[in-house]
């Protein structure tokens, strides 16, 4: 074995020349005679070693070998030791018949020696280097010796030899694993048989590399044999779907066939009784003429011979006188005379041929004609309503016939779905119509109606479709332009839906108003909202053009009536609900008053959610955090009482006098006007010498506020601090006949400030 320092170095190339040149099957002499010429090549070992080291490193770099070093160390340590297992070291073992084995590898191992011994002493002594040269030709020539004298017993040996050291190197071969693809022949290879073998000048590629592509192809062939397949089951459905078809055509074909000729065979036969009937009648009367023409004939014979009778008697009197007589003789001239008077009817009164009757069998032509090998049309196939199919008033309904039928027009039935139990009795309507769609009109909004479809042609008509239901589109909503809330960066914004069904959702629709033309474009849209309100965050001192719009199955609503708001101050509105009995709002619905107070407990109706003691109401401000401010214009001689309040504060009670509700209060004393400050009935010593006629009042949660102003003199009166875990309500309260006139949508002055 080399030491291991020989394969960093570039002496470690010295081992391919001779490799390379004994790759495949050779023979012993051809081992021979590289051997001779190995010490020959070992002179110039350093120019060889850089040549070959060069062209390694630019194939290994050039296939992406070079960032594997340790790999190409792997490979050239497996070919040196595939090398030395060709040429066994039990060489030394052998002798007699063997000896010029053993010979050989000495040749061999001279070349190596120079290099090992060289590479472990560091010195390149050259006079040392040509002695083991002149060495290793000496023991050629003596090799060469030993083969003529024992060339027989030598030959078969080095054949042995030679097959099993091809065997193992096949073997080694086939254990060693391939780790390059090979893009000329299609096969994975050795990275060394593409820098050495026969691979050399191929075009290669790295294994995984190969795989990866490999199995992209594969990827891509299963996806055109999975289309393939599912183009091939779906004409198999189809193919099935018209062996049906044909099946059931014939079927309605043969029952055509069969109703048509039952119809000709039963007017054929009622022809032939009709003119059966006639011929009876027609021999009935002519046997009755004959039979009174026989009758009359008969009577006629009968007189003929009684006078004939009659005239032999007289012939034959011979008495004269007798015969002369006048009554006799008178009476039977008379008769004479009067039968031979009278015509005989020889002719017959009826002809024995009957009359040629002809049978009219235009009717049995006309149904003979209409069988024909058109069938009745197959059931149609009612399409599930498509998006934006639909509007408030009408529907769009598509169908299709998917069969090669021929249909003359269609008939279209629809009727509105009702969850009564009398569902059944729903009027249905009609149309008949050329083409697989039809648009109604005149349907209610945001209702279900159900349609089906029948194909008609001249040989009947085809079953009905499934039934579908299709929805017509909501009503327009219909915003409460009275209880929109709005601040300075949001508003709430309520309607009402006027449709008798529930929606899906609704959408909101923002224009922002400026001074621009184009004041009608949408600028923001809020959908699917499930309720019928909405927190709308805006931009402040801004103009907003809001609309709402309902959704169903069926699309979506006109707009509904645009309202305006805008974004300068706080807007609430008044909420009813809580109004004392005897606080009326008048008709601008921000100015409250009272007329009497006698019995502030009176029997007027009270509402759940109202004030039943103090004559109070609530506001309902927007919810959402920030600055609200709000003015209330009041009168000096009335007492009253302004603030917030919570949601829950109690009813039956005073604002101000509880933990819920923070208030300012006007009282008149005879000697002057007094006001407080209250909180759970508490509040601090204020004397204010100006009366205030418009207070302005801030609630700022960010800062737990609630200040008031004297507005018209920009005075600040007084400051709760409180931190206000929910959201709080504007509450006004009377407590002396008066008014209050409430001002929202102001903008915030800036001297409230503090």
């Not at 790999?71 to 070291?89: A, C, D, F, N, Q």
């Not at 929910?726 to 409430?742: D, K, M, S």
Request: aromatic letters at 8%; charged letters at 25%; a negative charge.
């Amino acid at each position: 074995f080399y030491h291991m320092d020989l394969y960093g170095s570039k002496e470690r190339f010295d081992i391919f020349p001779e490799e390379l040149s004994g790759r495949g099957d050779r023979s012993l002499g051809d081992t021979r005679r590289e051997s001779a010429l190995s010490s020959e090549k070992v002179q110039h070992p350093q120019e060889v070693g850089y040549d070959l080291e060069k062209e390694v490193a630019e194939l290994a770099k050039m296939y992406g070998l070079d960032e594997d070093r340790e790999k190409e160390l792997e490979l050239l340590e497996g070919h040196l030791e595939k090398v030395e297992r060709r040429w066994p070291p039990a060489r030394t073992e052998k002798a007699g018949s063997q000896g010029s084995i053993y010979n050989t590898s000495k040749s061999s191992s001279s070349v190596k020696d120079p290099s090992q011994s060289t590479k472990q002493q560091g010195l390149p002594d050259e006079a040392s280097q040509g002695e083991k040269q002149s060495k290793a030709r000496a023991d050629d020539e003596a090799e060469s010796n030993i083969w003529s004298r024992e060339g027989l017993s030598s030959g078969g040996i080095s054949d042995e030899w030679n097959s099993q050291a091809l065997s193992e190197e096949e073997e080694e071969e086939e254990e060693e694993a391939a780790n390059v693809f090979c893009s000329t022949c299609k096969i994975p290879i050795r990275a060394f048989d593409k820098l050495f073998g026969e691979h050399k000048d191929h075009e290669v590629a790295q294994l995984p590399n190969a795989v990866e592509s490999e199995k992209e192809e594969i990827h891509k062939n299963m996806c055109k044999l999975e289309e393939q397949i599912a183009q091939m089951e779906n004409v198999a459905s189809h193919l099935e779907e018209i062996f049906i078809t044909v099946e059931e055509n014939f079927g309605r074909q043969e029952q055509n066939f069969e109703v048509h000729y039952n119809d000709a065979v039963q007017v054929l036969a009622q022809k032939y009784e009709e003119q059966l009937e006639a011929l009876g009648e027609e021999k009935r009367q002519k046997l009755e003429a004959l039979y009174e023409q026989l009758v009359n004939c008969g009577r006629h014979l009968d007189t003929c011979k009684e006078l004939t009778d009659e005239t032999q008697e007289l012939f034959l009197e011979n008495d004269k006188a007798e015969f002369m007589k006048t009554s006799i003789f008178f009476s039977y001239n008379y008769r004479l005379k009067e039968f031979l008077k009278k015509e005989v009817d020889l002719e017959l009164s009826t002809l024995p041929d009957f009359e040629e009757r002809v049978i009219d069998v235009s009717e049995v032509e006309q149904l003979m004609n209409s069988i024909n090998a058109i069938p009745a049309p197959c059931a149609p196939v009612i399409n599930p309503q498509a998006p934006n199919a639909a509007t408030g008033t009408s529907l769009r309904v598509c169908w299709g016939l998917y069969s090669d039928d021929t249909v003359e027009c269609y008939q279209l039935w629809y009727k509105p779905v009702s969850n009564e139990r009398h569902s059944e009795e729903q009027a249905e309507h009609t149309l008949k119509v050329k083409e697989t769609y039809c648009t109604i009109t005149d349907l209610l909004p945001n209702t279900q109606y159900e349609f089906w479809v029948s194909a008609l042609n001249a040989s009947g008509t085809s079953p009905p479709s499934e039934r579908a239901v299709y929805v017509t589109a909501p009503a327009p909503p219909t915003i409460k332009s009275k209880k929109i809330q709005s601040c300075e960066n949001a508003a709430l914004v309520c309607w009402e839906s006027r449709d008798i069904n529930p929606v899906d959702s609704y959408t909101v629709e923002l224009s922002k108003l400026t001074d621009e033309e184009n004041d009608d474009i949408i600028t923001e849209s809020i959908v699917g909202i499930p309720n019928c309100e909405v927190l709308i965050h805006l931009q402040p001192t801004q103009k907003y053009r809001i609309c709402v719009r309902a959704q169903n199955l069926g699309g979506s609503s006109e707009r509904s009536e645009p309202v305006l708001i805008h974004t300068t101050g706080t807007c609430f509105y008044l909420n009813e609900d809580t109004a004392h009995p005897l606080l009326a709002i008048l008709d601008d619905g921000f100015t409250i008053s009272c007329d009497e107070l006698e019995n502030p407990e009176c029997d007027l109706p009270v509402y759940d959610n109202s004030f039943t003691r103090c004559i109070a109401i609530l506001g309902s401000v927007i919810p959402f955090p920030g600055k609200h401010y709000w003015e209330v214009e009041v009168e000096e001689d009335t007492e009253y009482r302004i603030g917030v309040a919570f949601e829950n504060t109690p009813r039956h009670g005073h604002l101000g006098a509880n933990n819920s509700s923070w208030c300012m209060r006007h009282i008149i004393t005879p000697s002057r006007h007094k006001y407080e400050f209250l909180h759970s009935g508490m509040t601090p010593d204020i004397r204010i010498t100006i009366p205030p006629r418009r207070i302005g009042i801030l609630l700022d949660y960010e800062n737990c506020r609630l200040s008031f102003f004297n507005a018209d003199i920009a005075q600040h009166l007084h400051t709760f601090n409180s931190h206000f875990q929910h959201y709080v309500h504007p509450c006004f309260a009377l407590e002396t006949p008066g008014i209050l006139r409430i001002h929202t949508g102001i903008t915030t002055p800036p001297w409230t400030a503090l």
